[in-house]
């Protein structure tokens, strides 16, 4: 794959596009004329929204029929230039997949989040970065409500990355530690052999200030948040947008980053790719995984054997 692939993939997917755009607008003018002769001029309001509908409701199935190919050849093709040659350059053992994503029941495994309704994850990740493994994907989690009129719509809670990261080294305990604004945080009530989740207090005033922790154990708590450690934190949170989620369980600590963004994607088909400036934006998206852990030094100390 070389950049020529990708840019001959966006200028079929954006010819795609315009021939769509062109049928919508034809099929718009031509339902606007014939919807005013039928309403007259008094019901252009009903006409508006008729069209739209209309419009809606054609290029959705236009879009299916005519451009599916061309959009998922351009997705590919960048994804495969710009991303997965990038990643080659910073991780060992990589395997990347854009079209999975990671499992639910991972993220429902910590009982630290709430999964919500509807779960779409991609860019499904895994790799060693200084002798770390880790896994990640992009993650979009929506609750389902229900307004006063009995109608149902959708809240996304979650919306971000997803971080797994592994040592040889068990934590005793399960530990939670929620920035303030995450949206969907759960605390679980019992932990390992019913043992109760407890909230924490450790001596920083500024942690507790952005922070909640919660626990099965103080002592553990102490042992793993030291003050090294919560100032790392505190120094990744300051230096990354979005809310943290940072959930211990067993050996892995799992890491929720909910920034609303859609990480690695192509821009726009219409305007011709800057090479450079693609790279520095996909490296500044994969420096997210490796701040974990050069900020938290994730390869030292507490996580290892050592």
Excluded at 9 to 20: D, G, N, V
Excluded at 205 to 224: L, N, P, R, W
Aim: net charge neutral.
């Amino acid at each position: 794959m070389d950049f020529s692939a990708v840019e001959n993939s966006r200028i079929a997917y954006a010819k795609k596009l315009k021939k769509t755009i062109i049928i919508c607008a034809v099929i718009f003018i031509a339902l606007a004329i014939s919807g005013i002769s039928f309403f007259g001029p008094e019901g252009v309001f009903s006409v508006i929204f008729m069209v739209s509908f209309a419009i809606v409701f054609v290029y959705t199935f236009v879009s299916a029929l005519f451009y599916k190919t061309e959009h998922n050849n351009y997705r590919k093709a960048y994804k495969s230039y710009f991303v997965e040659q990038n990643m080659k350059k910073l991780f060992d053992n990589l395997s990347y997949n854009h079209n999975l994503g990671i499992s639910q029941s991972v993220l429902d495994s910590t009982g630290m989040i709430n999964t919500g309704d509807l779960y779409s994850s991609n860019d499904y990740t895994t790799g060693e970065y200084h002798e770390v493994d880790f896994a990640q994907a992009d993650v979009t989690i929506k609750e389902e409500h229900t307004d006063s009129d009995g109608d149902t719509y959708y809240v996304t809670i979650f919306r971000g990355r997803w971080m797994t990261f592994e040592f040889p080294k068990k934590f005793a305990y399960r530990i939670e530690v929620v920035q303030k604004g995450f949206p969907a945080k759960r605390v679980p009530k019992t932990g390992t052999n019913g043992r109760k989740f407890e909230k924490q207090t450790i001596e920083s005033s500024t942690f507790h200030k952005q922070f909640k922790i919660y626990a099965e154990d103080g002592f553990e708590t102490f042992y793993v948040l030291d003050p090294a450690l919560i100032d790392h934190i505190e120094t990744l949170s300051n230096n990354c947008t979005g809310k943290l989620l940072l959930c211990f369980v067993d050996n892995k600590l799992h890491v929720g980053l909910h920034d609303n963004k859609d990480s690695f994607e192509p821009p726009s088909p219409f305007k011709k790719i800057d090479e450079n400036k693609e790279n520095d934006k996909v490296n500044r998206e994969l420096k997210t995984i490796t701040d974990f852990v050069d900020y938290l030094k994730l390869d030292k100390n507490i996580f290892t054997n050592n």
